[in-house]
């Protein structure tokens, strides 16, 4: 019996751990601000994703920093996110699977970038998204936008040949 009780005591204990590191707020990345469930990293000059988001966060502002490439893990763990702004920075590339764990990401923004390829299937995963703002796009496919189903993508400077839409 005595060690049926530790067994029960060290399961508790572990379970409560558990539930206060996802409740329990953590610490804003270096240089950026937080408030609530927003993380602020603008105009920074970053030159990559910032290490250590908050797993709570919602809102991230990445606009008007010097990053050049999105990895499949600068986002990882982020179930929570519904807004992810990059505007204005250099990125070039983006890995397939970054946005792999966004399942809740309703906009993006990736305007005014350098971006001219998408991954093929580079939003599986985030079928909550409706909004996609970009440019200067000279390839997307069908595949790289997954099943998106209601979604407004804002274009400029992209044709619709590019698209690789067919009836």
């Given amino acids: 019996m005595h060690g049926v009780g530790w067994q029960t005591l060290s399961l508790f204990l572990g379970l409560m751990l558990a539930i206060l590191n996802e409740v329990a707020p953590q610490a804003c990345p270096a240089q950026c601000s937080c408030s609530g469930s927003t993380v602020d990293c603008h105009g920074l000059a970053l030159r990559s994703v910032p290490r250590n ?3 709570n966060t919602e809102r991230l502002d990445l606009n008007g920093n010097n990053i050049t490439r999105i990895t499949k893990t600068d986002f990882a763990g982020l179930r929570h996110l519904r807004v992810l702004q990059l ?5 070039t590339t983006i890995e397939r699977g970054a946005f792999q764990d966004l ?3 309703e906009r993006l923004r990736l305007n005014r970038n350098h971006l001219q390829l998408f991954p093929e299937l580079l939003f599986l995963g985030t079928s909550k998204l409706y909004r996609l703002h970009m440019n200067d796009f ?3 496919s069908c595949e790289a936008l997954g099943k998106l189903i209601a979604m407004v993508i ?5 044709c619709e040949k590019s698209l690789g839409y067919t009836e």
Avoid: D, G, S, W
């Fill in 87 to 91: 505007m204005e920075n250099k990125i």
């Fill in 53 to 55: 988001i908050p797993r």
């Fill in 154 to 158: 804002n274009v400029r400077r992209c």
């Fill in 138 to 140: 000279v390839q997307i």
């Fill in 103 to 105: 399942k809740e990401l």
